[in-house]
Structure formats: structure tokens, C-alpha cells
């Protein structure tokens, strides 16, 4: 389950880590395993003075598929959600370092929102940012609810995740989701290349620089925990019992 994510401290970049999503033959979903690991990574980074910097990455053509639907039937059938995707976003819209994500493909679910957090995304021309929560009759997550209208406005906001609508990677540059858009052969070095500059910086003024931007995360912290409760609610409903079934039989 661990080889499920990567976590690497590149020789040429000792003050970078990397947090890698690495199920490519189920487009990167992340299963409750996965999502613990990484929990274990960013802490780990927020007590390490020499990691500055952590990077998300994921594998050719895919960043991230979004949860892994069998962990929601496993709840929805009367199994125990378990802490561990809380625990990740509360740790993520938490992490004292910047975080980085470079995209390349497929950007579904916390795909997605998951570059909320992110203090630069990097993403290629050919990524797709989809978040289909209400198709599935669930809600969103990650304290998107949150950010997205506080980034690109309520209605490009409403179309990602009320609609449901797929955006480009020019769209999400144009709502702000992201930073910049670049070819799928340069997203992962275009994306070390902007964490290294931040690493070379002085780690102490980039810190208070970047809590001035961010302000404190309760406000954050609390919509993540009303998402998840909703979220739990939504899971155990008949709505979403046959919008997943649906789901399954296409």
C-alpha cells in the first residue's frame, strides 16, 4: 500500500519533498492508506527544519482520479468511514511549509480541490479539473466550498462544483486555480523548478509572508470538518445509494 505513494527527497533538491500519487492502473484514486501516508509525510515535513518545500506530483496523464469509490460503498454499506481523509485535510490546509502541485492529466474529485491548498500549481495543456460531487449526489469536500468561491468567484465556483463542469487548464489559469500551463513533458520539472526557488529563499520570511496571504486556517479548518460531516450524511443516503449504482453499471 505505501508504493501507492511516493515520498522522495531529490539529491539535487535536499530541501524539497515529494509526495507522489502512484496507483496509475486505478488513475491514482486514493484509498485510505494512501491518503494516511501522506498525512504522515506533511508532518513530518513540518518538523523537519531542513524540508522547505513539499511537492505533489502524480503519474503520466493522470494527477489523481479522486477517492477511491470502493472505500464510499464500504461506508455506504455500513462500514466505518474512518479518520484518515480528515486527518489528510486538516493536515494539508494546516502545513506550515508551501505546498506545490504540478498536474498533468486527470484532476477529479479532490484532484481538484486539493490545489485549492496549494500555493502554485503548475499544470499541462492537456488536464482536466472535474469535481462530480452533486452527480454523485455527495457534496464537496476539502473546504472547496470555502475557497473555490473565495478564488475564482461564485459562479466559476458553482459551475466546478454545483454544475459539475469539467475545466481546461487555460479555465482553471483564467479562475485562478492555477499558475501556470505548460506542455506534459515539462509539468514535473517546471514544478521542481518553482519549489526550488522557494526553497532557496530565506525560510524564515517566506513563512510569515505566505501566514499573511493565507490568514489563519480556522475558518478553513472548520468548513472541512461541516463538508465531511455532510459528506457522511450524503453516503448513507438513498440518493446516493442509486446515483453510485448508476455509477457502476456504466
Known sequence: MTDHILVERPESAPHIQII??????????????MYQSMTAALKAADDAPDIRVNVFLGTEGCFSA?????DFLAFA???SMG???VDF????????????????GLAIGIGTTLNLHCDLTVASDRSLFKTPFVDLALVPEA???LLAPRVMGHQRAFALLALGEGFSAAQAKEAGLIWKVT????????????????AAKPPEALAIARNLMRGAPDAVLGRIREEAEQFAARLKSAEARAAFEAFMKR
Not at 66 to 70: K, M, Q, R, S
Not at 183 to 198: F, G, H, R, Y
Request: hydrophobic share 40%; proline share 5%.
Open 20 to 33: 507522489r500519487f502512484n496507483r496509475p492502473d486505478k488513475k491514482n484514486a486514493i484509498t485510505r492508506g
Open 66 to 70: 479522486g477517492n477511491d469509490l470502493a
Open 77 to 79: 454499506q455500513g462500514g
Open 83 to 85: 479518520t484518515e481523509v
Open 89 to 104: 485535510l486538516v493536515a494539508l490546509a494546516s502545513a506550515r511549509k508551501p505546498v506545490v502541485s504540478g498536474v498533468d
Open 143 to 145: 473546504g472547496s466550498s
Open 183 to 198: 506542455t506534459p513533458d515539462a509539468v514535473e520539472a517546471e514544478t521542481l523548478s518553482l519549489a526550488a526557488k522557494l
